[in-house]
T-cell receptor
Framework: GEDVEQSLFLSVREGDSSVINCTYT??????LYWYKQEPGAGLQLLTY?????DMKQDQRLTVLLNKKDKHLSLRIADTQTGDSAIYFC????????????FGKGTRLSVIA | DAMVIQNPRYQVTQFGKPVTLSCSQT?????MYWYQQKSSQAPKLLFH???????NEADTPDNFQSRRPNTSFCFLDIRSPGLGDAAMYLC?????????????FGPGTRLTVL
């Protein structure tokens, strides 16, 4: 079945870049997503990448996809204290029964 | 702004007392989802509606039911809440067209069971 793995914690200093990594197992994944969840809130869609792309950039966010290694990363440039949250990687695999498969989330702490 | 709205944001109920959580959307999406999220865990899909077609996840307890009276509204009914049902409940929507399965989430309802 599908599986999405993420490291659980990341701590960075304000102003530095953050890189959050994710690996997935289903090679038929078509879309891969990053969601942000602040304490007590719902999930906010940050960005997504289609599986035929290697990279997508959106302001401070850069998504890199290595389809051969089934590795996805989210880079946040100039990390701010407001970026402190849990970041979920998710995939859609047409072959699966579940529409969206989430990783367990990476808690990003930004130190001022 | 088009959005997903959940009411109430906080719900307290007693052990065994039925409770209903509400979700509405102005996105005109045809797919609606209910997730349960416990502390420090990923959201767990309970069920989803594709238009009027109901899709239950295999491990969703019978205690959880859902209703979708129209495109805009979807309800989660917990018939006899137990202490283990205390969690954040998230509603999400997606459109079968466009970027398929991209889900948009509401702010969630935090359920406390006393």
């Amino acid at each position: 079945g599908e599986d999405v793995e993420q490291s659980l914690f990341l701590s960075v200093r304000e102003g530095d870049s953050s890189v959050i990594n994710c690996t997935y197992t289903d090679s038929s994944s078509t879309y891969l997503y990053w969601y942000k969840q602040e304490p007590g809130a719902g999930l906010q869609l940050l960005t997504y990448i289609f599986s035929n792309m290697d990279m997508k950039q959106d302001q401070r966010l850069t998504v890199l996809l290595n389809k051969k290694d089934k590795h996805l990363s989210l880079r946040i440039a100039d990390t701010q204290t407001g970026d402190s949250a849990i970041y979920f990687c998710a995939e859609v695999a047409p072959s699966g029964n579940t529409p969206l498969v989430f990783g367990k989330g990476t808690r990003l702490s930004v130190i001022a | 702004d088009a959005m997903v709205i959940q009411n109430p944001r906080y719900q307290v109920t007693q052990f065994g007392k039925p409770v209903t959580l509400s979700c509405s959307q102005t996105l005109n999406h045809n797919v609606m989802y209910w997730y349960q999220q416990k502390s420090s865990q990923a959201p767990k899909l309970l069920f989803h509606y594709y238009d009027k077609d109901f899709n239950n996840e295999a491990d969703t307890p019978d205690n959880f039911q859902s209703r979708r009276p129209n495109t805009s509204f979807c309800f989660l009914d917990i018939r006899s809440p137990g202490l283990g049902d205390a969690a954040m409940y998230l509603c999400a929507t997606s459109s079968a067209g466009g970027v398929k399965y991209t889900q948009y989430f509401g702010p969630g309802t935090r359920l406390t069971v006393l």
